[in-house]
């Protein structure tokens, strides 16, 4: 579900331009400041924000990167009146998506509209997953899978070491595949200190056995 968050502290404004979208299929959220919706904005139900109406220029400017560090993909659309050239360079750094001059005509409410169907547009694609052709991203990314479906498995099988041992045993195929895979773990590890405990027990009889030899013939 596409998710669009228009911001105005005024009512009747915020209504009027979420009239424009009432064609689109987009879920719409109203709200008088974007501090209100951040919830929406750090679960990525929020993809797009409009931001109109009055603000301060100070705190519009610290708000972009903010927004950025909630959601890195989240497309940012303004609606305001002539403001200083640096402030727009400076926001404009920060990533918005698009910026419109506010005015009273039909067009600027079209512009605005198309504005908000290119930023679904342009967040569908980056956030769209693309195919890994290098054969070692392929490879790290099937390390990260086998390793991320372990620990989910931890997780899920955590509660059967927890049950009662008088129960019926039923955990099933996962669970004893994790406890192979920890014995193989725990082979693994044993394995060097075993050949190394062989070793020194062979030169201590190899030792022992010399000794006796000597003695024989001595």
Known sequence: MNGLLIANKNKAAREQLA?????????IT???????????????EIQVVVIDGDYDEHNIAKLIPLLKKCNRNISIIM????????????????GIFYHALKTADDENYEEIHQAVCYAFKEYAENTMTKPISNPKER?????????STMAITMLLVTPAFAVDTAATYNS???????????????VAQLVPAVLVLFGMT?????????????AKNG
């Open 139 to 147: 490879t790290m990314f099937s390390i990260k899978s086998v390793l």
């Open 30 to 44: 109203m709200a008088d400041s974007v501090a209100n919706s951040l919830e929406g904005i750090i679960a990525k």
């Open 172 to 186: 099933g195929i996962l669970v004893l595949l994790f406890v192979g895979f920890c014995a193989l773990l725990i």
């Open 202 to 214: 062979k030169a201590v009889a190899e030792g022992l056995s010399e000794k006796r030899a000597a």
């Open 19 to 27: 009239s424009l979208f009432d064609r689109d299929t987009y879920q």
């Open 79 to 94: 609606v305001s009146d002539e403001m200083p050239i640096d402030l727009m360079r400076r926001i404009r750094k920060e």
